[in-house]
């Protein structure tokens, strides 16, 4: 298996379509004439809040969490987006000032920060998403990522005819090494005879590099790509869309990460999204913000979820696929026996 690491020099900013207008600006949103009984925000990655992925699904989970309690985005839940890592400690340090009751941290690239703002504001509760921070005032969130990249996995390679699958990492790191590990041991277990490119893009909101190293996954004959990259991951769903318009018998599929990324494959009749991973950070920040709501905040607890606690899990497999009884049969298979025990999906990528 080969990693390489593709140069940054493209420079475009995150092409996410809106731009929104919180952007960590220290006096955003301050002053505000509503506030509701009990207040919750969230502080994004770089990936930006409509990444169609992780800081997306979270915010999601605010969303819901304000319906279930009459609240609304700027009267009891709402985002700071942070445009670079320099952004994170000024935005959790301007919603604690704006008296919010929980402060979410969205990703463990803000570990540093939300542990450096918690230990300072010490009557403040905070959630880190994707890490773990053993501080009193912090609730640490982290998920089993590799059992549902495991699934996807298994849909992959099963669905390849090539036997050359890809994977494409955002920032190397551990949580990305559980996307990695997983997917692989999954592939690995479904077909043995396939080979699968594991290359790293080096950042999570550079969709042009994503569809760079896409581009030349699909060249090299790969027939099916994953990706857990955030908003870089965008790049591999414009290439396989472009590839299947251009020729639409064309053989390729793309998986997406995190939620189900389904909508970013149609072309025409066509859809070229064969799965995606799950990750259930909406459900997760729903209900530690109902529990801080509720005067049950779990500070200084670390809570994993995985498939056996339904915090992970695959999307329906596309139907387009010939061999969907096949995969669907497969994947119930392995989490009936990563559910009860049977077996551990590999949490670090074999060397």
Not at 114 to 136: G, M, R
Not at 156 to 185: L, P, R, Y
Not at 207 to 234: C, L, N, Q, R, W
């Amino acid at each position: 298996m080969k990693k390489r690491k593709f140069g940054l020099a493209l420079s475009l900013v995150l092409a996410a379509g809106t731009v929104l207008g919180a952007c960590g600006k220290k006096d955003d949103n301050e002053g505000s004439s509503k506030k509701s009984a009990f207040n919750v925000a969230m502080v994004t990655d770089v990936g930006g809040v409509d990444d169609k992925s992780f800081n997306q699904s979270a915010w999601e989970g605010l969303q819901a969490f304000g319906k279930a309690n009459g609240l609304e985005k700027g009267n009891g839940i709402d985002y700071l987006q942070s445009q670079s890592d320099a952004d994170y400690a000024t935005n959790l340090n301007s919603l604690v000032r704006q008296k919010n009751d929980l402060v979410f941290g969205i990703g463990f690239m803000m570990s540093g920060a939300v542990e450096e703002i918690a230990k300072q504001q010490t009557d403040a509760h905070f959630a880190i998403v994707d890490s773990v921070i053993n501080l009193p005032n912090v609730a640490s969130i982290t998920f089993k990522e590799q059992e549902s990249s495991f699934l996807a996995g298994l849909a992959a390679g099963k669905a390849t005819k090539s036997n050359k699958i890809g994977f494409i990492g955002g920032v190397e790191g551990e949580i990305i090494d559980h996307f990695e590990a997983g997917f692989v041991d999954g592939v690995k277990a479904a077909n043995p005879k396939a080979k699968v490119d594991v290359q790293y893009a080096g950042a999570f909101d550079k969709p042009e590099v994503g569809k760079t190293i896409a581009s030349k996954m699909y060249a090299s004959g790969a027939d099916v790509v994953f990706h857990a990259s955030g908003g870089t991951g965008a790049g591999l769903f414009t290439e396989a869309r472009e590839l299947k318009e251009k020729d639409p018998s064309k053989y390729i599929w793309a998986i997406g990460v995190d939620s189900d990324q389904s909508s970013e494959g149609v072309v025409g009749d066509h859809n070229v999204v064969l799965t995606s991973a799950l990750k259930g950070v909406a459900a997760a920040v729903q209900d530690i913000s109902t529990k801080a709501k509720e005067d049950n905040f779990p500070g200084g607890q670390s809570l994993v979820y995985g498939l056996k606690e339904n915090g992970v899990g695959l999307s329906e497999i596309n139907k387009e696929v010939e061999n969907k009884a096949e995969i669907d049969a497969l994947v119930k298979e392995w989490t009936d026996k990563i559910k009860n025990g049977e077996y551990t999906v590999p949490d670090k990528p074999a060397k």
